[in-house]
């Protein structure tokens, strides 16, 4: 038989305790027969490393993903679209039967649970709406920006605690035109609050942007939450960028303890400045297991070399200790003067934790790979020659970090990377816009300067948000997936992605979509749907 939810909370303390190292985590289903081993999806592209990687997808390979075998299975309708990358859960007891779950939230502040096994939509196990007491939707006339377009409502990915059958997720509604954000602590068995809610607020001492009597105070018209939420130890930390860059707005971090929704901690990158949002194209914030937090920030006031505080366009390293939230190192390029002012954001693309290494690696709108160690980040380089517009601005060896690679080796990055470790060694995946998805294979902490193999096709704006799929290292399970504009979905040898295995059309594209890959299906997030595919038979 399959475990009961008071099963699934006993080994949810193990998880919880998995997953804050930045590893996958397996979940063992037991029945009198035979065991196997399903591995949930409980943050965004898999760990907190954020490395985009499954390597306990043991049905999926290279031999049966193809236009034969593999293909849509269910069409699942919501009512909004999915920005949100999808999450699952296996073996849990909804309504006293067992399902494989995937939950699934849309810009109509809606929150889904789906039987992941269908082969024709049925009702959702359970579906939770926010829309109650009168409240709506935000529209992109209240924010004057339609970026995303008509509503906002949940765009940033949740997390699932394990240990408390818990699904913490950020709302955006609008009530009696006020515009709140609240997080929300959901049973994942029956979708209800476990806790009141919490509207969120926040406010810091600086004379920056927006600032009234030296306070800057958190404004939900200008700030979007757009980062995937991150379960710390015991904390919810929750990331905030802007809508359509329109003032005043900055790059807020806040936590909240994770039992009562208690506003515990708050930092604000950009307090005596302006701008530096937290978005990274939708990445959460990554984590090592010293409890320290790495993440991307956008254009904006850069003063840290001189003693300030702002840090726009630069990589930040966040320390947790005592429950405040400090800047522990960064790094900023070298060229950051000449970023901001293009509109070149550093933070466009998402931070990854290398697994076995002391080291990260990201890339912003530049195209330009960063390599760099997680202890001593390498802070902000003087070039008294730099002249932006000039040759000097492309140098890779002003900066001091691990390694550089040069402006335009991959297009601009609106998305994460993604890892693998293979029979053949570990590689490093991007999609940058209007480019092909490149592999680098990954040794001795650095980088290949050139790809090992890329895409035959390329992907238009913004690129796409790659995953990897494998059984461990085993030869012929290694999968890339990815989802664009061309509103495909795409699988490809992960170990050389000239070779491409399934070619899929999705009935719309949501910018920035993570494909989740799990037991043998692919979950994409439509405009109005969740796309369900895996073995026909």
């Given at each position: ?192 609050d476990k806790v009141t809610p919490v509207v969120i607020t ?43 860059d329109l003032f005043p707005f900055h790059g807020w971090m ?230 664009d504009s061309s509103k495909t979905l795409r699988a490809y ?45």
């Amino acid at each position: 038989m399959r475990p009961t939810i008071s099963l699934f909370v006993r080994v949810g303390l193990l998880l919880a305790v998995v997953l804050g190292t930045g590893l996958l985590v397996t979940w063992e289903i037991h029945s009198r027969a035979s065991a196997a081993t399903i591995s949930p999806v409980l943050t965004y592209k898999y760990n907190t490393s954020r490395t985009g990687q499954n390597s306990n997808e043991t049905i999926l390979n290279t031999s049966n993903v193809n236009a034969t075998q593999f293909g849509r299975r269910v069409s699942y309708p919501v009512d909004g679209q999915v920005y949100a990358e999808p999450l699952f859960m296996p073996g849990l007891t909804i309504n006293g039967h067992t399902h494989n779950v995937v939950f699934v939230e849309t810009e109509h502040d809606s929150v889904y649970a789906f039987d992941a096994d269908q082969k024709s939509a049925i009702a959702p196990l359970w579906h939770k709406s926010f829309l109650i007491n009168g409240a709506k939707t935000v529209s992109s006339s209240d924010v004057n920006c339609s970026d995303i377009s008509p509503q906002y409502g949940i765009t940033g990915t949740p997390v699932i605690d394990p240990a408390s059958a818990t699904l913490y997720v950020v709302a955006y509604t609008n009530e009696n035109g006020t515009l709140i954000f609240r997080l929300h602590a959901l049973n994942i068995t029956t979708g209800q609050d476990k806790v009141t809610p919490v509207v969120i607020t926040a406010s810091v001492k600086g004379t920056g942007d927006g600032s009234v009597n030296g306070v800057i105070t958190f404004n939900p018209v200008h700030q979007l939450q757009r980062g995937a939420l991150l379960l710390l130890n015991g904390t919810i930390y929750i990331s905030f960028g802007s809508h359509c860059d329109l003032f005043p707005f900055h790059g807020w971090m806040l936590a909240y303890n994770s039992s009562t929704l208690q506003h515990s901690a708050t930092y604000n990158d950009s307090r005596n400045g302006s701008n530096s949002g937290i978005w990274e194209a939708g990445n959460g914030p990554a984590t090592d297991t010293s409890g320290n937090i790495f993440l991307a920030t956008g254009n904006g006031k850069f003063d840290l070399n001189s003693g300030g505080v702002d840090a726009g366009d630069t990589m930040l390293k966040l320390s947790t200790t005592n429950g405040a939230i400090t800047r522990a190192g960064y790094f900023t390029p070298f060229n950051q003067s000449c970023l901001n002012p293009k509109d070149f954001d550093l933070g466009s693309g998402g931070v990854m934790l290398l697994p076995n290494t002391n080291e990260l690696v990201q890339a912003g709108k530049e195209g330009r790979i960063y390599v760099v160690n997680r202890t001593n980040m390498g802070k902000y380089t003087v070039d008294p020659n730099l002249q932006c517009g000039t040759s000097e601005e492309n140098r890779t060896d002003i900066d001091n970090i691990v390694q550089e690679l040069a402006p335009g080796t991959i297009g601009g990055m609106w998305s994460s990377p993604a890892y693998w470790n293979g029979p053949n060694g570990s590689y490093v995946y991007f999609s940058g816009s209007g480019d092909n998805t490149k592999a680098f294979k990954l040794t001795n902490g650095k980088l290949s300067t050139s790809p090992t193999s890329h895409t035959p096709e390329t992907s238009g704006f913004p690129g796409a948000n790659p995953v990897i799929s494998s059984n461990g290292t085993t030869a012929g399970t290694g999968i890339l997936w990815e989802v664009d504009s061309s509103k495909t979905l795409r699988a490809y040898n992960a170990a050389n992605l000239a070779t491409r295995l399934f070619s899929g059309s999705v009935p719309s594209y949501v910018k920035f979509s993570v494909p989740t890959v799990a037991n043998g299906r692919v979950f994409v997030g439509t405009q109005g749907t969740l796309e369900i595919y895996g073995l026909l038979n």
